[in-house]
């Protein structure tokens, strides 16, 4: 998994694609030697190579293998860098399918994972992932924040219900997918650029507010159920003091989503001046855009 987008992530002839790759590449190969490292270790101890069935320290050693692999916080500081280095296509690619792999490992070993590391993780992720996002102005870091906010979150559900975090994930996947597609149809890279996003498809840019608002988590939108459901299993819990903290990280995130939508819809109005906004052709979304949109904004409904 991690080879098959080396190639993909140094596409492009550049340094900053070529450090990216390098970043990814070490990174990844130390949380695989962590993998290894703990599986023959638990095989020394027990007799078995069995993931599910391993010892207490082997199975904190893997787990934060997979965090490393995941990027959630406190082992997060190469995954924006990485996915700056990167296109958005592949950003995209590291946001999503590479997740799929590290916590695929995660739901099989959900019984025997240790539930306070995952918490704190968790709330952790959460909180970094939002204030980190606050002073960033390119649109690949603030998704990467975003991406990092969200691993939160679905850390947590997997420590209550694998359901829960296979909805939490399901929906993360739709409306990272939707953000991405909009900002790579239209040739965003920054804030300033989402500012003169209006004058080449304002209908689109329409979409891409509700997205924002969707990743937020505002009702009655689609990334308001995950959330909810998340907070409704932790009061049910003796975790109100977690589910109170989880809320209040989500406002920093929230408000670097606004922050966005409201630079891309309501600080440079269509006007007939050349000057204002940069030479841009029609955009063609992609086929698939039409239906992620649909599912990051009225899955819930």
Not at 113 to 129: E, I, Q, R
Not at 242 to 263: D, E, K, N, V
Request: aromatic share 6%; glycine share 4%.
């Amino acid at each position: 998994n991690t080879l098959s987008i080396l190639p993909i992530t140094m596409k492009h002839p550049h340094p900053r694609a070529t450090e990216a790759t390098m970043k990814y590449f070490l990174i990844q190969a130390l949380a695989a030697a962590l993998i290894l490292f703990a599986s023959t270790m638990n095989a020394w101890q027990t007799g078995l190579w069995d993931i599910t069935s391993s010892t207490h320290t082997t199975t904190t050693i893997i787990t934060m293998a997979i965090l490393l692999k995941l990027g959630t916080a406190p082992v997060h500081l190469w995954y924006p860098e990485v996915l700056q280095g990167t296109t958005l296509n592949t950003a995209l690619l590291i946001s999503t399918w590479q997740k799929l792999a590290p916590l695929s490992l995660l739901y099989m070993m959900h019984t025997s994972l240790p539930n306070k590391l995952l918490l704190l993780t968790g709330l952790l992720s959460a909180l970094l992932g939002g204030w980190a996002g606050l002073n960033q102005t390119q649109t690949r870091k603030i998704m990467a924040h975003s991406s990092i906010a969200h691993m939160g979150w679905i850390l947590i559900a997997l420590s209550m219900s694998p359901e829960l975090t296979t909805l939490t994930l399901l929906t993360y996947m739709i409306m990272t997918t939707a953000m991405f597609s909009s900002l790579n149809t239209s040739m965003t890279k920054t804030i300033t650029d989402m500012g003169t996003a209006w004058s080449s498809s304002p209908t689109m840019t329409t979409l891409t507010l509700l997205t924002l608002t969707s990743l937020g988590g505002l009702p009655p939108l689609t990334g308001f159920m995950p959330k909810l459901l998340i907070l409704n299993e932790l009061s049910m819990k003796p975790l109100l003091p977690m589910a109170t903290l989880l809320a209040l990280a989500s406002l920093p995130s929230l408000f670097f989503y606004i922050r966005m939508a409201y630079t891309t819809t309501l600080t440079t109005p269509p006007t007939t001046t050349n000057t204002e906004h940069k030479w841009r052709f029609k955009t063609t979304p992609p086929p698939t855009h039409t239906m992620t949109t649909t599912l990051a904004l009225l899955l819930m409904p």
